[in-house]
């Protein structure tokens, strides 16, 4: 019996036919440019249409969060440039193009100068909401920059007029389309320049179009010139889908031209209400504080104060009453402390009198003077003594004394004791010194005793 194994499921191959196509490198990011097929616009959903050129075509889905950043409308047989990737429809088993971005052929040159304009001018900082002006309240004057023949003009001054009748509409005309309408539009906006004093706030716009029409509005020239504006700028470009470099610019923007005007004008009626109906609460207040006021003076009047006035006076009579009681004892207390302070201070004068301090310092000399007489004495006993001991003691060893009991001493003629017979010779005079005098004597012979020790 044949195995059915082998055989795969139509669902199985799509799944696998899909995951080629994923995996292929090259199908991930595709650019294709062709021919709108089939094209009918479906509101709030998904678009599915056809890309075709002289041979073939293919299968297109683009969904409805990528259609929705489209800055154009997709029409039938238009020439587009898209992007996206290819991909299989596994219940029906068809592949297709998967479109990301979409855009017109032949204007990708423009859109390409468009975002590298925007670029360069976003970082000088040309659109940061910081370099806004506030647009005035109640504009007395106001400058209008678009096509003297278009509907923008007549939209403004008819939606002006009606709102704020007071503001008055000064057209500048300019060419708002061709290669011509930048310079035209730079022109008028120095004219403004020059009557700078003169207006309130500017609108420069005109009517729907193509991105080639909207052109000069995105002319480099145009949008330093509404950046360089001294009064606040309105920009009314195109549709609302539509995005100038001049609404990034301008200080406001507006859908249309009558939102324009709605912007730079009040809306009289409702300033009127709003005037009105301030002035009912201004009286409305006004009553209520001088009813207020009324009510306050009738109490005023009807307190017991402003009845009998010398009333007011009583609780501060007490209260005067009150104080000179405390102050009383307060003076008592402070007298009666400085009287204390007075006596302690005598007695610290007392006890650093001259007097008593003289009296002191004459008893200290007489015990001192009685000290010194008494340690001389005693001073002088002990040394009359010690001086007797050494009298006796000098006595006791003198060589008179020792003379006196029959003993001489002998010295030469320098006056030099002689001490040994070594020390004489024969014939030498020598002095003999007793105890009651002194003789000479020379000698007649020497002899050495040897045996003296």
């Known amino acids: ?23 292929d490198p ?27 050129d002289e041979k073939a075509k293919i299968n297109v889905v683009m969904f409805r969060s990528a259609f929705e950043k489209l800055k154009f409308k997709p029409e039938e047989g238009m020439k587009v440039y898209v992007s996206g990737y290819i991909g299989v429809y596994p219940p029906q ?25 925007q670029e360069k001018l976003s970082k000088e900082g040309l659109f940061a909401a910081e370099h806004k002006k506030r647009l005035p309240r109640f504009p007395d004057k106001i400058a209008v920059v678009t096509s003297a023949s278009g509907a923008v003009i007549h939209d403004i001054m008819v939606t002006a007029n009606r709102r704020f009748p007071h503001a008055e509409i000064d057209l500048f005309p300019a060419q708002v389309q061709g290669e011509t309408a930048a310079a035209s539009l730079v022109n008028a906006m120095e004219q403004i320049k020059e ?67 709605e912007y730079a004008t009040p809306n009289l009626s409702d300033e009127l209400a709003g005037l009105h109906q301030l002035q009912s609460r201004l009286l409305t207040s006004m009553q209520s504080c001088i009813r207020e006021r009324k009510q306050a003076l009738q109490r005023i009047q009807n307190s017991p104060i402003m009845r009998e006035p010398m009333r007011l006076y009583d609780q501060q009579a007490q209260s005067v009453d009150q104080l000179a009681g405390r102050l ?48 001389m004495k005693t001073f002088l006993k002990d040394k009359r003594t010690l001086f007797q001991q050494q009298v006796q003691t000098l006595e006791d060893i003198s060589p008179l004394k020792v003379l006196g009991r029959g003993y001489i001493y002998t010295s030469n003629q320098a006056g030099e004791t002689v001490m040994s017979v070594k020390n004489i010779a024969k014939d030498e005079v020598l002095n003999l010194h007793f105890a009651d005098g002194n003789a000479e004597a020379k000698i007649l012979e020497v002899e050495d005793n040897e045996n003296a020790k």
């Open 93 to 117: 088993g068809s592949y297709q193009f998967y479109a990301q971005t979409m855009e017109p052929a032949g204007l990708g040159e423009l859109y390409e100068r468009l975002r590298q304009l």
């Open 26 to 52: 090259y199908l991930h990011q595709i650019f294709l440019k062709g021919e709108l097929s089939n094209f009918r616009y479906r509101r709030n959903s998904h678009q599915y249409f056809s890309l075709k």
């Open 1 to 23: 019996m044949e195995s059915h194994d082998k055989y795969l499921s139509v669902s199985d191959l799509n799944y696998y036919i899909n995951l080629k196509f994923k995996n």
């Open 328 to 375: 009383m004892q307060i003076i008592k207390v402070i007298l009666q402390n400085n009287r204390q302070n007075l006596k302690i201070s005598e007695q610290k004068l007392l006890a650093q009198s001259p007097k008593r301090l003289l009296e002191r310092t004459k008893q200290s000399n007489d015990y001192l003077n009685q000290r010194l007489f008494s340690a």
């Open 195 to 261: 009557r700078a004093d003169e207006y309130d706030v500017m609108i420069i716009g005109r009517g729907g179009g193509s991105l080639e029409d909207l052109w000069p509005f995105n002319e480099e020239e145009v949008v330093r010139s509404v950046y360089s504006m001294p009064m606040p700028v309105i920009s009314s470009v195109g549709h609302e889908t539509d995005t100038t470099l001049c609404d990034l610019v301008a200080d406001a923007r507006a859908a249309t031209p009558t939102a324009a005007a």
